[in-house]
C-alpha cells in the first residue's frame, strides 16, 4: 500500500502541527476540525511558525509555499477522511471521544485506510473494536510540539497487522521523525510512563510541602540536566491535558495513586491550564515568557 493522501483529525495543539509534517514530507494533507475558528487559528500559527522557519534557513521560501499547497483545512469529516489513505486523530485526550470519533471514520475511509490515533496514554486495542478494521488501527504518538521534537512512538497491538504498523513507521519517516516500533501496548507506552513518574514524585514533594515549585523545577534542569521542569512541562503541554491522562489512567486501573493529584484539579477548575490560558503553575505574558 501506497500512502499518498493523509487525514488529520482534529486541529488543536498537536493536529495542526501534525498535518504541517505530512505537508513537509510531500503528502497531500487535510486538517479537519468541527470549529472554523480552531482551523483558522491553526493555519496561522502555522504560517507565523513556517516564516520564522525561513528566516532562519531551515527551510526555504520554495519548499514553504510548495507545503502549503499540499495542506488543506475543512470543517467537513467527509472531505478530510473520504478519499484518505492514512489519518491521524489528535482529538481531545477522552476515550469516549475518540472511539466515536474512530466509528464516524470507519463508516467514511475506504477500506483500506489506516486509522492511526496520537493519544499519548489510551492504546489502540481499546478503540479498534468500534472499527470493521481493527487490523488498520495502531498508536502514532507524537510529541509536543510535534515540529520540534524528533521522536513517534508507533505502538501495535494485537490486532494490529504487521503490515499497518511498518506503513505506519514508514510515514512517520517521511515526516523526518524518529520512529520507534513498540510490540507490546501499554497505557502510556515508554516516554510518558517516565515522564510521569518524575510528575508524579514532584507533585508529591511539592504539595507536602518539602520544595517550592520553582525550586523542583531549577533542581530538575540543574542537576538532572531536563531542559524543562516538571512544573514548566505541564504548562507547555497543558495542565488540562495533564489532568485528562491521569483521569484517563486512573479509569484503567482503579489506583487511587492515579487519579489526578488536588493541586492539578484545583488548576483545572480555575482554568489556570498553562501557557494557552497565561497562567499555570507561572504566568505569562502575550509572547510566551515567564513573566518576573
Same mark, same amino acid.
Given at each position: 500500500?501506497?500512502?499518498?493522501?493523509?487525514?488529520?483529525?482534529?486541529?488543536?495543539?498537536?493536529?495542526?502541527?501534525? %498535518?504541517?509534517?505530512?505537508?513537509?514530507?510531500?503528502?497531500?494533507?487535510?486538517?479537519?476540525?468541527?470549529?472554523?475558528?480552531?482551523?483558522?487559528?491553526?493555519?496561522?500559527?502555522?504560517?507565523?511558525?513556517?516564516?520564522?522557519?525561513?528566516?532562519?534557513?531551515?527551510?526555504?521560501?520554495?519548499?514553504?509555499?510548495?507545503?502549503? $499547497?499540499?495542506?488543506?483545512?475543512?470543517?467537513?469529516?467527509?472531505?478530510?477522511?473520504? $478519499? %484518505?489513505?492514512?489519518?491521524?486523530?489528535?482529538?481531545?485526550?477522552?476515550?469516549?471521544?475518540?472511539?466515536?470519533?474512530?466509528?464516524?471514520?470507519?463508516?467514511?475511509?475506504?477500506?483500506?485506510?489506516?486509522?492511526?490515533?496520537?493519544?499519548?496514554?489510551?492504546?489502540?486495542?481499546?478503540? %479498534?473494536?468500534?472499527?470493521?478494521?481493527?487490523?488498520?488501527?495502531?498508536?502514532?504518538?507524537?510529541?509536543?510540539?510535534?515540529?520540534?521534537?524528533?521522536?513517534?512512538?508507533?505502538?501495535?497491538?494485537?490486532?494490529?497487522?504487521?503490515?499497518?504498523?511498518?506503513?505506519?513507521?514508514?510515514?512517520?519517516?517521511?515526516?523526518?521523525?524518529?520512529?520507534?516500533?513498540?510490540?507490546?501496548?501499554?497505557?502510556?507506552?515508554?516516554?510518558?510512563?517516565?515522564?510521569?513518574?518524575?510528575?508524579?514524585?514532584?507533585?508529591?514533594?511539592?504539595?507536602?510541602?518539602? %520544595?517550592?515549585?520553582?525550586?523542583?523545577?531549577?533542581?530538575?534542569?540543574?542537576?538532572?540536566?531536563?531542559?524543562?521542569?516538571?512544573?514548566?512541562?505541564?504548562?507547555?503541554?497543558?495542565?488540562?491535558?495533564?489532568?485528562?491522562?491521569?483521569?484517563?489512567?486512573?479509569?484503567?486501573?482503579?489506583?487511587?495513586?492515579?487519579?489526578?493529584?488536588?493541586?492539578?484539579?484545583?488548576?483545572?477548575?480555575?482554568?489556570?491550564?498553562?501557557?494557552?490560558?497565561?497562567?499555570?503553575?507561572?504566568?505569562?505574558?502575550?509572547?510566551?515568557?515567564?513573566?518576573?
Amino acid at each position: 500500500m501506497r500512502v499518498n493522501k493523509l487525514a488529520v483529525i482534529g486541529a488543536g495543539s498537536m493536529g495542526h502541527q501534525i %498535518a504541517m509534517l505530512g505537508a513537509l514530507g510531500g503528502y497531500s494533507t487535510v486538517l479537519q476540525d468541527l470549529n472554523e475558528e480552531a482551523l483558522e487559528k491553526a493555519k496561522g500559527t502555522l504560517e507565523g511558525i513556517m516564516d520564522k522557519w525561513v528566516k532562519k534557513g531551515k527551510i526555504s521560501e520554495g519548499d514553504k509555499n510548495e507545503a502549503f $499547497n499540499r495542506l488543506t483545512f475543512t470543517p467537513s469529516l467527509e472531505e478530510a477522511a473520504g $478519499n %484518505a489513505d492514512f489519518v491521524i486523530e489528535a482529538v481531545v485526550e477522552k476515550l469516549d471521544v475518540k472511539r466515536e470519533v474512530f466509528q464516524q471514520l470507519d463508516n467514511i475511509a475506504p477500506p483500506q485506510t489506516i486509522l492511526a490515533t496520537n493519544s499519548s496514554t489510551i492504546v489502540s486495542s481499546l478503540i %479498534a473494536d468500534v472499527t470493521e478494521r481493527p487490523d488498520r488501527v495502531c498508536n502514532m504518538h507524537f510529541f509536543f510540539p510535534a515540529l520540534v521534537m524528533d521522536c513517534v512512538e508507533v505502538v501495535k497491538g494485537d490486532h494490529t497487522s504487521e503490515e499497518t504498523a511498518q506503513i505506519a513507521m514508514e510515514v512517520s519517516e517521511q515526516m523526518n521523525r524518529t520512529a520507534v516500533l513498540l510490540h507490546k501496548e501499554i497505557s502510556g507506552f515508554i516516554a510518558n510512563r517516565i515522564l510521569f513518574a518524575i510528575q508524579k514524585e514532584a507533585m508529591s514533594l511539592y504539595e507536602n510541602g518539602y %520544595a517550592d515549585f520553582k525550586d523542583i523545577d531549577t533542581i530538575t534542569k540543574k542537576a538532572l540536566s531536563h531542559p524543562l521542569g516538571p512544573f514548566e512541562l505541564l504548562d507547555l503541554s497543558g495542565i488540562d491535558v495533564g489532568y485528562y491522562v491521569m483521569q484517563q489512567q486512573y479509569n484503567e486501573t482503579g489506583n487511587p495513586l492515579d487519579q489526578p493529584p488536588k493541586t492539578i484539579v484545583d488548576k483545572v477548575e480555575a482554568g489556570e491550564l498553562g501557557r494557552k490560558t497565561g497562567k499555570g503553575f507561572y504566568e505569562y505574558s502575550e509572547n510566551g515568557r515567564v513573566r518576573s
